[in-house]
């Protein structure tokens, strides 16, 4: 079921950066109440080795989101504890020293249980313990969610394991969409900013 | 529930070219009996402004997809019959006259419910007459679909009605995928074709 | 089940005439608040052969259902961008420009599923994935309503894809059912104005 | 639910003649068994005013539907008893004195609740007695049913209870229906035999 | 399940009389309102040959029954314009010309239904059109009831078809019945007014 | 629900006549395999003062309807040990002795519950200890079944407690039935033996 | 279930006694607003040959019950007609002639089957007619019931069919309960009134 | 529900003698394998001090209980490792020192709660936790069994908490029971062996 | 289910002490009420041989969990009759003479259900008597709970049959649970009051 | 629910170890293919304080256990990746560097949810997104598990989240099932190696 023309999920998940502290982040808030756009992107795993040229690709387009008033917000399903000893390994390690926003640790998968986005599959049910057994290891795919500033989701893109994502698409997408929120016009096949629409 | 790592899902569709003829594709099928990839993109409707230059993009982009043993396939709600009279309509007059990759046309909605990308909402049951009635349109955001040879569904993602595609990010993906299949290597963030990996 | 005797259901609904912007129909109310007659014919797709001469044929009478303080109304299940495009498309060419009554533009089927007029069968829910799927075009047949000043059906019929419908019966029918309402009298087999009843 | 495009129900009835016997019809074997078509037309009473002129209208046409292969067949919930007691009243009393086509006795509404045509509602359980009461008196509208050769109805209408029908417009139809069968051209709006489709 | 001892349904239905105009009688009310006893007794069907004569023996016990405030009323499953076509028919032509008290035209056998004394067997329920059918005429057997000042049956009896009824019988249990409520004896067997109890 | 024209239930029954011993009967076998008609009348209770005189006018016709072939059985819910003592009182002690037929002995009412004749009505259900309670004597009415040789039931009637049965109606409904079953012929009102049906 | 320990069921019966007028007994109020204890005994049959020893028995003891504030209560299914039947024939002719305590008439159940004690077997319910059958004539073991002032049972115990009672028993049970309630001792084994504790 | 007439449960329960060791006790099938009467009588508690009287008891009459061919069996709730501390302590410090027929110890409840004599009440269920709580002890009130050389109880009986039973009345009733098996015949109230039955 | 982290059960339970009389502890309320921790350690049966000698080392350990303010309780299924005579057995006799903290006698397992820690296993519900059997003694592994002063459970464990506790492990937990209250520092492995955290 | 004496549950889990590739163990079979013990710990998070010198003291201990035939095993929810990072820190940076044995990486919780060590709670299900939401970071309490050679657990314990453990009490649990095993004695309280049981 696609998410794209519905309000995000409203709910807080813990969240760590390179202060240290864990702290709590619900993303429909954060677009809200600073009136901002949010770009949402999710990696499998901490301590791998495309993960991190995507947090730093992100950090560096950091300063062109910032001007368009678009916060970015990492995640996956690690805890805050491993994000932080992440965040102290050095890039050469394989770390992601240097990344300064927040990324999300939603370990108890709230969040991307109710995006859809883990990598389970035949779920079953054990009659007699009642548990629950899956296949995969519930980690996420690489999805990305836009959302507007009224928590409203206007691209969402799931990328299978081993594919990078393109951060230029996403700083498109944006401004696209901004000159829709501006300009009334809808943004026809690859339209770029600067360029007619 | 995100469909990337799942197989695309099996089922036979009407579709329109430019030969007039009503005729029947199963995309898994496409992808797994001719062992090519399929790129299959979503629009709204026929006849409306932003959907032309998408369906002209890709038609100008064919031969590069087809270098890489790429199907494409566009698709929407309306029928054969519109499909064709859209096909027969100048570009000049918002037609999409020289398009020749098919078109699908889901009029009984069966695979677009099953990808759960139409934008209706709010669906409600009346008792008394049994019938359902829902908000919106009925008609599909714009969603794509990156399949394998396999018939496995590698990327997927939707925009809001107002935004455009950029087909080069589609491309871009299909290299990437490639060429993970190829070298067993996981392909980075913003990676491309001739870049190291 | 016959809805001859019930009510019209209350439902509005897209539709499009010849000025080009959707605006929204609800039959029942269309007859209440007007005090007027409606003939609701429905027409399987646009852009097809036989549907135009139909749509042709009640236009052409269109003067006299006015007379007789009857409002006309189409409908299909084709969007209303598609309507305005065979509106704007010349006679010869299979379009129907000329036609100046509203057209619904049922995309969702609300009020088709609800009259139970569409060509489907054969529904068929998949327990894994959730979704429905039919056999059909989800299209509708040729029903025609007539529906008196208080929204209460008086005559309904449906006639098979290929059969077109016959103006003068319909004529004749609320003729009949004008000349009971004034007259109290019952209309016998073969009735026809200015006949004795 | 539209009935047109399916089979008629397969069920016997009850019917009566001017021999007296009572004797039973299966409409549905009556035109697969006979390769005929079956026009079967429903009148709410015995014993009223409207419905015999109808009866007489059928009666008078019934060498023009023979011409054409059509059986006709007559239909009401009162019992054989009192057909062949109208059948034996002469015209000028009211009665129905020289009709030869059969007259079903659906007494017991098998086919009658299945067609969907019975003028009752609000049907209401009554959990002590289990009994189940309705409003209305449980008879017929005026529903006409053309049915083809291999048993499906191609043709559907109900007329309110104080509306005759016209006998040729179903003539008309029957003659539009059998022009697509043998030339397999469909049939325009106002077509009649003779014209060109 | 024996409906002796328990109150006659409370249930208005439709009836005819001589005068042509139908009305509507509560058989319950009729006890309870008028003080009187009531007889109600049931007939297969109207135009038959052993109906009639149990009509007139009813009506010619009439007076008898008027003496001891006993209402009588007769009962079956056809319509009103049915009954007074009966009673316009004169004795020797198998009609009921004469028979002055009113007939219930149970048509759409609420009231049958629930004394459950319709000769219908084998309900069978289609899951596919939700239509239910059954055996037999669905007409009643020939039930009588005797009920009292309060609404209270006293007497039901039901005969197989063919069996026709005893006026005088029900002459002797209204005569008991009345010796009860006068002197508080019960009435041994073969009691007959007049003889010690 | 009327039991005329079904075939009498299938059970045997604990008897007790005057000889002394408990035996079973089975109504529906006694018909069939003697190839008898059977007359099943039932009383309240023994050791009252209706019953007796009822069980006594039977006892007397006895040789009448042995001549019809007919076996007479009566019935009530004590058990066979207060048949046998009711059999040994005098009929001047309120006794039923000289009654040569056989008594059914009910006492576990399967017979009776299954005919529907009992007087008990507004049975609760007590959650806590699952005990279901009745009000009423749990007793039969006067019921009486006239079965032919078949084990088809053709008459049934109910008598309120207070009122004794008339042996004599039994005996023209049993010669009627005969008439109609030799002759074909339907016995009309108020019919004979010896008169003309 | 054991009963001992809890309130004995709050229902009132039919019964009889040696006046010949049936009236109601409720057990649980006999106890409580009299302030006595109860011993209630359950038979299977009147007119039986085990059965009116123990009824002789328990009214030799009458007295010594009396002395101890114990009210006798006898018990079986047959009807209060029945007991009083049984009351009135001689002691000689195997009666109960003599006997001054109350006898439910539980014609019903509705005690029984609440306590358990019916000889039924194998109940089994019939869907089509609704109706259950059991095995077994429906009637009580020899059930004894030990009742203090507030209603509690202190004792319970049945007998199989041939098994009479001992009544001395049943007293010494009453001796010892008073014990306890006096002393607050409690009864070792075989202890009897006059003897240690 | 009485269990006398039916089958003792089958099911083998742990016990423990004099001897110190755990063995399994079926008391079904100690009955059918050994031919033999059962007696099993069941106490409250170990070391409280009405419970080691009826044992005792029990102890002292085993002589005579083995003359009639019963095997004697005691039972609580209590451990067998309870039981034989129980057996080793001496008469004069309210131990059962001396008894030398088994005692099951039934500590799971699977025989005490299927026969239902437990003191527990108010079941409660806990829909957080999923565990069940109740009022009560946990402990069986004092029921005795008689249990025939097939295996069927002929007689039950529970005394409350505080009353010891009467070992002679067992014996009483097991003479009679052997009488009616001998003799064929009943045996009346207060029957004893060597009297007249 | 872990149930550390939890509150303990709110459940009162019989105990018995060294005084001899019954009296009731909630666990949780001594905690809370009495700003206590709480030692609860149950074992499986009275007058067995590994469980005496963990009571008494429970014992000599007492004075060092007062001086730690914590309550110590013992517990197991049997009675608090018991539990008494086993208090007042010598210890050479296999007793427990000189325990002074309370023992729970949770002879209704209403604690020991909830905590889980019964024996039992395979229970199987038999349809037909309602009643439930199964397997195992129905008594307690060798469990242990360590309550904080707010009734929240800080350590569980559970050790099979055979094998004893060492009671200095719980010391050190207690010791290590109350370095934490009081520093907030958390313990690591093998840590030892007065030695660093 | 205790799982003392139960097998451990068969389940194969990801782990990882010092060599650096993710690889299968099952508990279970690990204990029953190899003959040995297993004994199994769980911390709740890596790169956290406590949790390492946990690991370092079982890893000190391992030659122990191992003479033991005692196979260690560590396990945590993170994935493999964030072990092996942790297993590649050094020491004194809070690093598990010279850990040799295997550590489970239970991403998926398919283990921890069947053994119910998850500090989750309230969890609550929404209609509308059929998404789970909990409290807590779901992951585990520090339990740990001893297992024989036959897969039978016969330790689990549960410490709250700040409390160490202390390895030398895992061994003394050893060395008494052990003792248990070859000389069929129970161990009692505090019983050690070495000391008499």
Chains 1, 2, 3, 4, 5, 6, 7, 8, 9, 10 share one sequence.
């Not at 991190?52 to 560096?60: G, I, K, N, S």
């Not at 507007?148 to 990328?159: A, Q």
Request: with cysteine.
């Amino acid at each position: 079921m696609a998410l794209v023309g519905k309000k995000f999920p409203n709910l807080s998940v813990n969240a760590m950066d390179e202060m240290g502290d864990t702290f709590k982040i619900n993303v429909l808030e954060e677009a809200q109440k600073n009136n901002k756009k949010v770009l949402l992107f999710w990696y499998p795993k901490d301590f791998t080795f495309v993960c991190p040229t995507e947090l730093h690709a992100f950090q560096e387009a950091l300063g062109e989101f910032e001007k368009r008033n678009v916060k970015v917000i990492g995640a996956s399903c690690d805890t805050a504890e491993v994000h932080f000893a992440w965040l102290n390994t050095a890039k050469d390690n394989g770390g992601i020293e240097g990344v300064t926003y927040p990324i999300l640790a939603d370990s108890n998968r709230n969040l991307s249980s109710q995006l859809g986005i883990l990598d389970i599959s035949n779920e079953q049910y054990d009659e007699e313990t009642g548990a629950v057994t899956v296949e995969g290891d519930n980690v996420t795919y690489r999805a990305t969610y836009l959302i507007d500033e009224e928590g409203t989701i206007f691209h969402e893109s799931v990328n299978h394991m081993p594919l990078g994502r393109n951060v230029k698409e996403f700083m498109r997408l944006i401004d696209a969409y901004s000159h829709v929120q501006e300009k009334g016009e809808v943004c026809p096949a690859n339209w770029e900013e600067g360029k007619e629409a």
